[in-house]
C-alpha cells in the first residue's frame, strides 16, 4: 500500500491468471474475494451484484432478500478497467450527497499469457469532508495487496493468502 498521495490509496497485485480471467472475477465474483463482514445491511451477505456498464449499479444482496446499493460503475472497459464509486460515509453509512464520494480505479494490465498486474487506486478520499483521513486509512488496510482478490483469482482460499 502506497499513501503518498494524501487523498488517495493505492495498492496493487500480481496475478498468475490471464487478464479476462482476473477481470472477471473482480466484476462478476466479487463474494468470492470481498471480506463478507464488510457490507452495509443486517442480513448476511448472500451476493454482491455489479451491473456491467457505466451507470450500472453495485449492491449487496442479502440473504432475507434485502439490497444495499453502495456504489455507482463510473468506467467500465473489460479487460482493462474498472471505476466505481464509494457511496459510503465515514460513518460507514450510505452517502447519498454523491459529491462528497470517492472513487476507486482499478486497472488490470497483461504481463504475458498468464500473468495481470492488477493495479487499485481508491481517490478522491477528501470528497468525504471532514474525518477522511479515518477512511483513508481504513480503507488502505482493506484493500493492501489485494489478498482476499488474489487469493480467489488463483483459486486459493482467503487464509493462505495472508501467509
Known sequence: MNTDTMTAVRTET?????IERAFKVFTEEMESWWDPDHHLGDAPLAEMVVERHVGGRIFDRHTDGSECQWSRVLAYEPPTLFVFSWDINTR???????QK???VA?????EGPD???VVLEHRCLDRHGEGWEGMRDAVGQGWAGLEGYTAAV???????AAS
Open 115 to 117: 500473468r495481470t498486474r
Open 14 to 18: 500480481l496475478v498468475k491468471v490471464p
Open 101 to 103: 464520494t470517492s472513487e
Open 106 to 110: 482499478v486497472t488490470f494490465v497483461a
Open 154 to 160: 488463483e483459486g486459493r482460499d482467503r487464509d493462505s
Open 92 to 98: 460507514w453509512e450510505l452517502e447519498t450527497d454523491l
